[in-house]
């Protein structure tokens, strides 16, 4: 089935120490979305790609960074993880849109501990 | 500046039962599409319906559907027959056009519907 996997789903890691987060997609989407979601609250976009073009959010922190070898995979790097950086990191895919109709497809997400 | 609100927290139901959860927005658009996705404990989160503005007629899916007035900036969601598998976080879902061309969805707070046996 197409579908949308992120790895690892938990990751723990030390106050200051770089992670990285991996997505990847079959649906070939054009389009991929990072987003941070803390407990009961909404998704909060980090930054999209719409093919090789990077989009960052205005509030995203500098210590989150993105890349995109290829139109399969997607990696976000968290520099030096701080305690508010623990949260569930979802990846999102989706054809472009000429109108807003396209749905986004998730993943199941990666939560992140830190330590 | 487009803005959506989900203004119940959280919800609870009897299985069988009917439950209706409340979304408004805000936008200055005319014509644009409007999302409810369904996040289960632990799962990823999916699509359960979608609606065109310019489409008078309210989306159904199943025992989901919406009611939609344009007029009013509301976007409602109604589970009929709940299951104790619509236990869930549901949150509502605007997209917004990017600089990238493409669209970013504003997501409203959420609404957890528990349903009860």
């Known amino acids: 089935d197409a579908m949308v996997i992120q790895n690892p789903r938990y990751q723990v890691t030390q106050f200051g120490k770089p992670v990285t987060l991996s997505c990847s997609q079959t649906?070939?989407?054009?389009?991929m979305y990072w987003y941070q979601q803390k407990s009961s609250q909404a998704p909060k976009l980090l930054f999209h790609?719409?093919?090789?073009?990077?989009?960052n959010e205005a509030d995203t922190p500098d210590n989150f960074q993105s890349r995109r070898p290829n139109t399969s995979f997607c990696f976000l790097d968290i520099r030096s993880p701080g305690l508010g950086d623990a949260a569930m990191y979802l990846c999102a895919t989706s054809r472009p849109s000429s109108g807003g109709n396209n749905e986004q497809f998730f993943g199941p997400g990666t939560r992140l501990t830190v330590l | 500046a487009q803005t959506v609100t989900q203004s119940q927290p959280e919800m609870s139901v009897q299985e069988a039962e009917t439950v209706t959860l409340s979304c408004t927005y805000d936008?200055?658009?005319?014509?644009?599409?409007l999302f409810w996705y369904k996040q289960p404990p632990s799962r990823q989160m999916i699509l359960v319906i979608r609606?065109?503005?310019?489409?008078?007629q309210n989306a159904t899916e199943n025992r989901f559907s919406v009611n939609f007035q344009k007029a009013a900036k509301s976007f409602s969601l109604k589970i009929s027959d709940s299951q104790l598998g619509d236990t869930a976080m549901y949150f509502c879902a605007f997209p917004s056009r990017a600089t990238s061309g493409t669209y970013k969805y504003i997501f409203g707070t959420g609404t957890r519907l528990k349903v009860l046996a």
């Open positions: 649906l070939n989407h054009n389009v």
């Open positions: 936008t200055s658009e005319s014509n644009y599409y």
């Open positions: 609606q065109e503005a310019y489409k008078q």
């Open positions: 790609y719409y093919d090789k073009d990077f989009n």
